[in-house]
């Protein structure tokens, strides 16, 4: 069972991994820019930093939710691809996000194209789990035959 999930585990933990590396240096900048807790704005760098940070964690459950959706019902290994994609996508709009606001747009547009192609198989995945349990048709299996 364990086996089965592994990749979507992977890619999981990398991504928290991520978060928890975002999250050290927003800290490294509010102790570069002076700005003490529970303050949220102060240098221009800071608020970058800050507001790229929260919405990498806005996103976060939203991305979960959809890799583990696609990987579980539709293909562990093109979810989990597109999963270390996304891990990517987030890397160049943090980053970018810190070095200007325009910055972020590539990571940010990468991140929605994969976001939207995991809800998209994850949604093929659940219609066909469905379709083959409950009317006995399963659009993979007719697929398969064909090829």
């Not at 978060?19 to 102060?42: D, E, I, N, Y």
């Not at 019902?73 to 990517?88: D, H, K, P, T």
Request: with cysteine; net charge positive.
């Amino acid at each position: 069972m364990a086996g089965d999930l592994i990749l979507l585990a992977a890619v999981s933990l990398l991504s928290a991994f991520q978060q928890c590396h975002f999250a050290w240096l927003v800290g490294k900048s509010r102790m570069k820019h002076k700005v003490m807790p529970p303050a949220v704005t102060g240098a221009p760098e800071f608020d970058r930093t800050f507001r790229a940070q929260q919405n990498c964690v806005e996103f976060y459950p939203i991305f979960l939710t959809v890799l583990w959706t696609a990987g579980w019902f539709f293909n562990q290994e093109l979810a989990s691809f597109l999963g270390v994609l996304y891990v990517f996508a987030r890397y160049k709009y943090f980053h970018g996000y810190v070095q200007s606001v325009k910055g972020r747009l590539t990571g940010f547009y990468l991140n929605l194209i994969i976001l939207i192609c995991l809800i998209t198989l994850g949604a093929a995945g659940i219609v066909n789990s469905f379709l083959d349990e409950y009317l006995d048709f399963s659009i993979m299996k007719k697929l398969r035959k064909l090829f």
